[in-house]
């Protein structure tokens, strides 16, 4: 991931493709969501910065952090 020149993609990019298959049906649906962020740091904020992306996107979600 961090300097990890033999990183192996393929188990990543089928992760995120299933992720955002299931945003998107979320997004189309009247399914509640609830995400619970809990111990995610500021230094490297990527989780922070997707459950702020979900939580404004999906009409039906709330943050717990």
């Known amino acids: 991931m ?9 188990r ?3 992760q995120k493709d299933r ?3 299931w945003v ?3 997004k189309k ?3 509640n969501l609830v995400i619970i ?5 500021v230094v490297i904020p990527t989780i922070r910065i997707k ?3 979900l939580a404004k996107t999906i009409k ?6």
């Open 2 to 10: 961090f300097n990890d020149w033999a990183w192996n993609s393929k």
């Open 12 to 14: 990543t990019q089928k």
């Open 19 to 21: 992720f955002n298959r």
């Open 24 to 26: 998107k049906i979320l």
């Open 29 to 31: 649906s009247d399914t």
């Open 37 to 41: 962020e809990i111990g995610a740091g």
């Open 51 to 53: 459950g702020n992306i």
């Open 60 to 65: 039906s979600a709330n943050l717990i952090r």
